[in-house]
């Protein structure tokens, strides 16, 4: 390492908030809100705070999930956090999650209203209520579990590591992209070994593990996270490719990439749901082409 680039650190480390970096100007070191903004509520039972990053996917990918199976109690409203803008340090929103986080999950279906935050609780909390994609033989409900807490756990590797030192970060650190790009891998080799035996990710069940991995590890493998896939060399990973497609042609799944989407094609931008029927009138290109809502 050159010395232009080596780096010692000093005996108590401060925040200097021009250190640069895509997230620059939303990170830093303390919690809490930075403005008053009340969170808005519409007129279903479940409101949903979020952005259509993996972890936002997963949540909507679960709900549009349960309402093709026909539980008119999970229809719920989904409202933009956006959070380049700072929005999740809003009051309200801190209310909701105290981690700042997004997505975060109000259900005001009880006498009181409950919140609900990380991407994985919300999962468990919403198979509980509704009794689906939660298997109720003991030994598969535990293999599902357990799928579903190794990517809570594994994921900030893959986004905060890889993609953060090989997409987001001021300089490119070999050792840093090296150390994750590494990481990334073995861990698709984890999900392709497993899914070279099993249909879905706990067994022949979907369930929320595969709900939870696929915004995440099927995103990575279709090479639509962090331009990584040749570096990568996703296509290696057969039986990771074959589970990604299976889980991406669900229709629930596609409505649930929709929604709280800022990127990509207007077609797929669904920023706000409030009813099925947004997905018909309310997309981005409509918007933009000044189709009224219904």
Do not use: C
Request: proline share 6%.
């Amino acid at each position: 390492m050159s010395s232009e680039t080596a780096y010692s650190p000093p005996s108590v480390w401060h925040w200097n908030k021009d250190s640069g970096g895509r997230f620059a100007n939303i990170n830093r070191p303390i919690a809490g809100a930075t403005h008053e903004k009340d969170l808005p509520v519409g007129r279903h039972p479940l409101q949903l705070y979020s952005l259509a990053t993996p972890n936002g996917v997963k949540v909507t990918v679960m709900l549009e999930e349960l309402l093709a199976l026909g539980h008119r109690g999970a229809e719920y409203d989904a409202w933009l956090i956006e959070i380049g803008k700072g929005d999740q340090f809003g009051s309200g929103f801190v209310a909701a999650n105290p981690n700042s986080k997004i997505p975060a999950l109000m259900d005001h279906s009880g006498t009181k209203p409950q919140r609900v935050f990380e991407s994985g609780a919300i999962l468990l909390y919403l198979a509980e209520k509704f009794g689906a994609f939660l298997p109720t033989d003991p030994a598969k409900r535990t293999e599902a579990l357990s799928w579903l807490f190794w990517q809570m756990g594994s994921a900030p590797y893959l986004g905060g590591g890889f993609g953060h030192f090989y997409a987001y970060a001021p300089i490119k650190i070999e050792y840093a992209i090296d150390r994750f790009a590494m990481e990334t891998k073995r861990q698709l080799d984890v999900l392709d070994k497993q899914l070279a035996d099993n249909e879905f990710m706990a067994g022949d069940e979907y369930s929320i593990a595969d709900i939870a991995i696929w915004p995440w590890y099927g995103g990575m493998a279709k090479g639509l996270l962090y331009d990584g896939g040749e570096f990568l060399q996703v296509q290696d990973y057969k039986h990771v490719n074959r589970w990604a497609d299976a889980i991406g042609a669900r229709p629930a799944v596609k409505r649930g990439r929709m929604v709280n989407r800022m990127q990509g094609d207007p077609k797929s931008q669904l920023r706000e749901r409030h009813d099925a029927s947004d997905f018909d009138t309310r997309t981005q290109d409509k918007l933009e082409g000044g189709t009224p809502a219904s």
